[in-house]
Each structure stands twice: as structure tokens, then as C-alpha cells.
């Protein structure tokens, strides 16, 4: 089992940045890939990001492309969502994700989620 806990989210104009982590628990953690989904209103949730265990491949989303890194440490169980230049349309509530699937699905396990405000 691995549990997963968000945090950093927030309220910021745009063009500005804010950095997403995700806490995990379990033994496991090292050898999960692990992901970044989001979720605006009235939408399904979507891909944005996701890190290999060795951190050494990474999936984005092509609305994320250039502005948003995933970063992984494992001695701290985290991984880490960096997000930039942050536009009015990545508001959502964004979930740290956890599985053994490399890729852009989704894996078994899913965070709380922690909402993120863009202002105009």
C-alpha cells in the first residue's frame, strides 16, 4: 500500500509559479513510477506529468511542455510538480499519482489532491 499526500497549492497570477510535492509512504515508493493528474471543474481529469523510479524518464503533457518539471527524491519519499508560467486554464485540483505503470495512465493509487488558483 502507499498512501499519498499533496501539498502546496495555492492562489497565483498568472505568469507566476508555484511547486506541488507529494509525501508518500510505503516501502515501495523507489520503485513506483509516479505522476501528476488534474482536474478542473465540469472536466475529467487529465494527464500532466509523470517520473520513471530512477527519475531519468519523464511523460508531460503538451499543455505543460516547457513550463511544468517533475522531480522525483527518493531518500524523502517525494516527488515534486514545479510548475511555471502558470496560465488561467491550470487552475484545477491537482492529484499526486503512484503505480508500477510507466506512462501516461493512470496508475492504482491517488492523493487527496490539492486545488491550484490562477488569476487573470
Known amino acids: 500500500q502507499v498512501q499519498l499526500v499533496e501539498s502546496g497549492g495555492g492562489l497565483v497570477q498568472a505568469g507566476g509559479s508555484l511547486r506541488l510535492s507529494c509525501a508518500a509512504s510505503?516501502?515501495?515508493?523507489?520503485?513506483?513510477?509516479m505522476g501528476w493528474f488534474r482536474q478542473a471543474p465540469g472536466k475529467t481529469r487529465e494527464f500532466v506529468a509523470s517520473?520513471?523510479?530512477?527519475?531519468?524518464?519523464?511523460y508531460y503533457a503538451d499543455s505543460v511542455k516547457g513550463r511544468f518539471t517533475i522531480s522525483r527524491d527518493n531518500a524523502k519519499n517525494t516527488v515534486y510538480l514545479q510548475m511555471n508560467s502558470l496560465k488561467p486554464e491550470d487552475t484545477a485540483v491537482y492529484y499526486c499519482?503512484?503505480?508500477?505503470?510507466?506512462?501516461?495512465?493512470?496508475?492504482?493509487?491517488w492523493g487527496q489532491g490539492t486545488q491550484v488558483t490562477v488569476s487573470s
Open positions: 510505503g516501502r515501495t515508493f523507489s520503485r513506483y513510477t
Open positions: 499519482n503512484a503505480g508500477p505503470r510507466l506512462g501516461i495512465g493512470a496508475n492504482d493509487y
Open positions: 517520473i520513471s523510479w530512477s527519475g531519468s524518464i519523464t
